[in-house]
């Protein structure tokens, strides 16, 4: 199987608080690449991130970061002290390994409330 | 940076009146492909393309048809539209396999 799952289907918190987002996928390869996007409410699709299986340690850019852990199947995503703006769906993908595209989870809607 | 430009971004029309929504890159990417993105049924692959003259079906290919006869661009083509083919559309261009993929700005067709 190739799933993607993030079982969160809607998150709402209040400004300023950090909230974390859960992707748990499954793999046969050992080596291969992880994704993050951001859908706002505008609709567009937008790249966050891409992790390698070599590379576990965690990236933080600003206030996002990223949690890869092998041993759980896990990329965990989290926002730290959260903004209106950062009100979103949040996609984890990972591309095929038999065919030519990226495998989504369903998506995490996020609402942050002022 | 990479620039993906579809057009239309809205578009609203009847049963069987064809339709051709564009896509063009600025990034002379070789792969190219299309989405539709659906409540409950996520993101899925319509066609892709891994260089000029070269396309691919992809997991709901039914209804559409593609041309690749550019690098540049790569239109989605719906000979005979319906209404279950109302949906959001991204087209997306990549690097290599394990490259990210960048989205147009979405294409949000209506078929009455």
């Known amino acids: 199987a190739q799933k993607v799952t993030q079982a969160q289907t809607e998150i709402s918190v209040v400004e300023k608080e950090d909230v974390t987002l859960d992707c748990v996928y499954e793999?046969?390869?050992?080596?291969?690449?992880l994704f993050w996007y951001k859908q706002p409410p505008s609709g567009e699709l937008v790249f966050l991130i891409r992790r390698n299986s070599f590379d576990e340690q965690n990236e933080i850019s600003g206030r996002y970061s990223w949690n890869f852990q092998k041993s759980t199947s896990s990329f965990n995503f989290t926002i730290t002290a959260s903004q209106v703006v950062d009100s979103a769906v949040y996609f984890c993908?990972?591309?095929?390994?038999?065919?030519?595209?990226?495998?989504f989870g369903t998506g995490t809607r996020l609402q942050v409330f002022p | 940076e990479a620039q993906v430009t579809q057009n239309p971004r809205y578009l609203i029309t009847v049963t069987g009146k064809k339709l051709t929504v564009t896509c063009s890159q600025n990034?002379?990417?070789?792969?190219m492909s299309w989405y539709r993105q659906d409540p409950g049924l996520g993101l899925r692959q319509i066609y892709y393309s891994m260089n000029v003259e070269v396309t691919d079906k992809g997991d709901v290919p039914e209804g559409y048809k593609v041309s690749r006869k550019e690098k540049r661009n790569f239109p989605l083509i719906l000979e005979s539209p319906s209404p279950n083919q109302t949906s959001l559309y991204f087209c997306a261009i990549r690097r290599n396999y394990n490259s990210p993929l960048h989205f147009g700005n979405g294409t949000r067709l209506t078929v009455t």
């Open positions: 793999t046969r390869d050992t080596t291969y690449y």
């Open positions: 993908a990972r591309p095929s390994y038999n065919t030519d595209k990226l495998i």
């Open positions: 990034m002379n990417h070789e792969y």
